[in-house]
């Protein structure tokens, strides 16, 4: 099973694709550019889901839902919004089709054109900004805190599963406040608490930054984000979050009266993840066995493996797994005994390797006679006999074990591959091996845009919350004067 897996040393990429599919991910579907996630795939989501939302939650926000198309006039009415997204917009012209009166098939019905075209939701700022506008009359109706899991369409032309793709899964934060500093400090939050997701959960480090201006979300004042580090060295936006200003309030004329009975137009935020985790997991953790999946996300924490011969032995051992599956169960976690009879126990291990079960129990009659259980741990490959009797709390130790070691090893892995470079001579020689060049940048566009043209390496953030180096020095390319530096990358 996983020969079947190229080397992430022979081809990252492929490396990349093979894990998707063979490990039961994803797999692209007839319409192009989209993807079906398979039962597999969408577990792990689900549980980022779950986790996500239960967050949000407690930060105050509640789920709503808003339409998937949205007017096109819509759109034109935030200059900037429009003009970052004008080009990936799918469009919806007709509401009908008829059969083909010049041969079989059916064709578009020429007299059911709409009356104003619909874009199908790329982002649901214009939506959502027109709704709110119904919402909002008095501070009192302040703050609006809502958030929506959905789909949206972005017409990409190179898709790549779960990275990007036409139609993708994702969730967007939709916040209304009555002061700027509400609405900032909200931008803040919630960069922060994707960040906990992904440190906690993901077992992802990340960094917590700003973006540029060139690189911030279209129609926001400030673009927060977070960023992590991929195997080969390239960058993964994995999360953001946007102070929108007055922006969309003036575009929708959504106003507020104060308590001294002024009106005012509303502050606003928006953010967002998607399926791209998902990839960021991969990327971030997978070897050529396969998938490495942190314990708090994997859809099954322990796969239990009979080894036997004949029916005998096979009937006690499997009632020896119930019992210790049931007591797995009962400490709360996930438990699939693959008793396929029809396979060897080695392309169980290599298919369960792959698929990225944190643990592995193996249980034979040797086993039975002398009270062991066989546990190996997915993130190390290491193989260990444990009595029977003190398996499942040390089954259960494991997890946080394994949760810890899988973000000390990412941790690593970056600040390995993370440095302070000062010449532009040593700039391009580094950034052709990957990694976070730490430079000065003289806070011109016109010098961000060049190394991006000569180097296709981009900030990737400012960083405001881990690898602050808060000093004087010059820029990497023009040599003028800076005082922080920031993250260039190849990226995603």
Not at 55 to 73: D, V
Not at 195 to 218: H, N, Q, W
Not at 242 to 271: I, M, P
Not at 388 to 401: F, P, Q, T
């Amino acid at each position: 099973m996983a020969k079947e897996v190229t080397s992430k040393e022979e081809n990252y990429s492929q490396w990349y694709n093979n894990l998707v599919v063979k490990a039961d991910l994803a797999e692209n579907s007839a319409v192009r550019g989209c993807m079906v996630i398979k039962p597999y795939g969408y577990a792990i989501w689900e549980k980022m889901q779950h986790y996500m939302d239960s967050m949000f939650k407690q930060t105050g926000h509640q789920n709503a839902y808003f339409p998937l198309f949205i007017p096109k006039s819509f759109l034109s009415k935030e200059a900037e919004h429009v003009e970052g997204f004008a080009k990936e917009c799918a469009v919806v012209t007709h509401h009908r089709l008829m059969l083909n009166p010049d041969g079989p098939g059916v064709v578009v019905d020429p007299d059911a054109k709409l009356e104003e075209e619909l874009v199908v939701r790329p982002t649901s700022e214009t939506i959502i900004w027109n709704t709110y506008k119904n919402w909002i009359t008095s501070y009192r109706d302040l703050p609006i805190l809502c958030n929506q899991w959905a789909n949206v369409v972005r017409w990409e032309m190179r898709t790549r599963l779960f990275l990007r793709t036409a139609e993708f899964l994702w969730q967007e934060g939709h916040t209304a406040h009555a002061t700027k500093e509400e609405a900032i400090a909200e931008t803040e939050k919630m960069v922060h608490v994707y960040a906990k997701f992904a440190r906690e959960y993901m077992a992802l480090p990340v960094i917590v930054g700003r973006k540029t201006e060139s690189e911030k979300f279209a129609g926001a004042v400030e673009t927060l984000c977070i960023e992590a580090m991929m195997q080969d060295g390239k960058a993964l936006q994995a999360g953001t979050s946007h102070f929108l200003g007055q922006n969309f309030a003036k575009a929708f004329d959504v106003k507020y009266a104060t308590k001294e009975g002024a009106q005012e137009y509303v502050w606003a935020t928006s953010w967002g993840t998607s399926t791209r985790l998902m990839g960021a997991l991969i990327m971030a953790h997978g070897d050529n066995n396969g998938l490495v999946l942190p314990p708090k996300l994997a859809p099954i924490h322990v796969v239990m493996v009979p080894i036997y011969k004949g029916e005998q032995e096979h009937a006690a051992i499997i009632a020896e797994m119930d019992s210790f599956a049931q007591k797995l169960r009962n400490a709360g976690l996930t438990v699939k005994i693959d008793d396929r009879d029809n396979l060897r126990s080695g392309f169980k291990f290599a298919e369960w390797e792959l698929k990225g079960v944190p643990v592995r129990v193996s249980i034979g009659p040797r086993d039975l006679q002398n009270g062991t259980v066989e546990i190996a741990r997915r993130d190390t490959l290491t193989k260990e006999f444990i009595p029977a009797d003190a398996a499942v709390e040390h089954i259960i130790g494991l997890m946080d074990k394994i949760q810890e070691n899988m973000y000390a090893r990412a941790l690593k892995f970056r600040e390995e591959n993370t440095f302070v470079v000062d010449t532009w001579d040593e700039f391009k020689e580094r950034i052709e091996k990957g990694g976070f060049l730490l430079c000065h940048w003289d806070g011109t566009r016109e010098t961000e845009e060049k190394i991006k043209e000569l180097t296709k390496a981009t900030i990737r953030c400012i960083p405001i919350d881990t690898d602050v180096i808060m000093e004087e020095g010059k820029c990497v390319y023009s040599g003028r004067p800076s005082k922080q530096r920031v993250i260039f990358a190849r990226s995603y």
